[in-house]
């Protein structure tokens, strides 16, 4: 990064710095040899930046904030395409792996949910054909823990009458689990998506 005094860099410094880091701005892992930096890397460093400058405004150690004048990479947008009814199906129809790999798949495509928010959904949560997403399951150093979603607003999601089938028969088939487990059987996460005790 930039060596100089916080009030000497200008846009032109910034923008130079951009290029650097588009161009050679991180290293390998192994080799720990210069690679490039995607333009989103170094858009949200641009970001980092700029609050670094807007606070030293706030504290008077700077007048202006060079980044808003300098020019970030721009991020290419990406098209993102959605399954067919059909690719949807055949991939329902290939899901092999746990237990509840259908019900989830089905799940996902009809809420469009995120995959942490749906492993972190209860059956509690699930209630006159909507699903309310208000958490997500996270791995962290120590292991999983639950955590607020992305936007940390709950959202209610109708669900279509098949995914409410699918749900229905896969709580039968926990429910037989949680007969066969008896007392072993861990019931107070509530999870739709769980291990099979």
């Known amino acids: ?3 100089m005094p916080i009030a ?8 130079r710095e951009w290029t650097r880091l588009l161009k050679c ?18 858009r949200n460093m641009a970001g980092v930046v700029s609050s670094a400058f807007s606070r030293a405004i706030r504290w008077g150690l700077v007048t202006t904030n060079p980044v808003t004048n300098s020019e970030p990479p721009r ?18 129809n290939a899901a092999t792996g746990p237990w509840c790999m259908r019900p989830y798949l089905e799940l996902a495509a009809a809420t469009g949910c995120r995959r942490g928010e749906l492993l972190a959904l209860r059956w509690s949560d699930i209630i006159n ?23 940390e607003k709950p959202r209610l999601v109708t669900l279509p009458q098949s995914a409410i089938a699918t749900l229905d028969e896969h709580r039968k088939q926990q429910d037989e689990l949680r007969r066969k487990y008896g007392p072993g059987y ?12």
């Not at 000497?8 to 923008?15: E, F, G």
């Open 25 to 42: 701005g991180g290293h390998t892992r192994k080799k720990k040899t210069p690679r490039p930096l995607s333009a989103k890397t170094v």
């Open 186 to 197: 861990r019931a107070d996460l509530d999870l739709i998506f769980a291990n099979p005790d």
């Open 1 to 3: 990064l930039l060596k």
């Open 129 to 151: 054909g909507c699903a309310i997403i208000s958490r997500s399951l996270t791995q962290t150093g120590e292991g999983l823990e639950f955590k607020g979603t992305k936007t």
């Open 75 to 92: 991020v290419k947008k990406h098209l993102a395409m959605a399954l067919t009814p059909a690719q949807q199906d055949m991939v329902m």
């Open 8 to 15: 000497d860099i200008t846009p032109l410094h910034l923008n």
